[in-house]
């Protein structure tokens, strides 16, 4: 049987990783930086989902041959300005503790009455180093008062996807593998990866 081509993914996050690969099919195989103990850590100091993208495709695609596709996301809150936008992953204060930022969420929208988000997701493919295109999704939905579903992760159980009365935790991988930032950029990869051809 031939070798599948592979896709690096940009990250140590393990459910980003798994909700690529659960979307891409067969047509490749998706491994994430945690099969490459000499990717180096990248550092996000940009201030977009696109900055901080292409530093992560362009960083890991140095050391690892092929494809790599890297994903930047975060959730944007109306009342809060924006915020926790860019810094999604540390809005508690500490880098990806999915609980504390959730607090914090809770906590900054109390007594708001406008509850409108959404989930932004940026992804660029990458090879040598260099990025060679970038794709974007949205997602537009609401925040409730109260963590709800045990599925997904992040901001999960907090976000009520336009058209559903149930949190993206709730729903499961299914439904929001089927609807979600990341799900809508993805398909603009598949397509592009589809008429580029694997490397
Ligand atoms: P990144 O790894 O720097 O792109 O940060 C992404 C952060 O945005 C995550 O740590 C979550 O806080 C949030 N986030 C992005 N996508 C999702 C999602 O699909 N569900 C819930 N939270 C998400």
């Known amino acids: 049987m031939p070798e599948l081509p592979r896709l690096v993914v ?5 459910h980003k990783t798994a909700e690529i690969r659960a979307m891409i099919g067969d ?7 945690s099969s490459f103990p000499e990717c180096p850590h ?16 362009e960083g890991i695609s140095r050391v690892v041959a092929g494809w790599v596709l890297s994903d930047d ?13 860019v810094w999604s992953s540390s809005y508690g204060g500490d880098e990806g503790n999915h ?19 959404r989930f932004r997701c940026t992804m660029v493919l990458a090879r040598e180093g260099l990025a060679e295109a970038d794709f ?5 939905g609401r925040i409730i008062d109260a963590l709800r579903g045990g599925a997904g992760f992040g901001y999960d159980p907090l976000f009520i996807p336009e058209g559903h009365e ?18 809508r950029a993805l398909a603009k990869v598949i397509d592009f990866l589809k008429h580029s051809g694997p490397k």
């Not at 940009?10 to 393990?14: I, L, M, P, S, V």
């Not at 990248?42 to 495709?57: D, M, P, V």
């Not at 974007?136 to 537009?140: D, F, H, L, N």
């Open 166 to 183: 149930l949190t993206f935790a709730e729903l499961g991988d299914g439904v929001k593998n089927s609807l979600s930032h990341r799900a």
């Open 136 to 140: 974007s999704g949205t997602v537009e």
């Open 27 to 33: 047509s490749f195989e998706v491994l994430d930086v």
């Open 10 to 14: 940009a990250t140590r996050n393990a």
């Open 99 to 117: 609980p504390r930022n959730n607090e914090r969420l809770l906590r900054e929208m109390e007594g708001k009455s406008d509850r409108r988000a």
């Open 42 to 57: 990248i550092e996000e100091t940009g201030t977009t989902f696109l900055e901080n993208a292409t530093l992560k495709a």
């Open 73 to 85: 996301s975060g959730l944007e809150v109306d009342a809060l300005g924006g915020a926790p936008g």
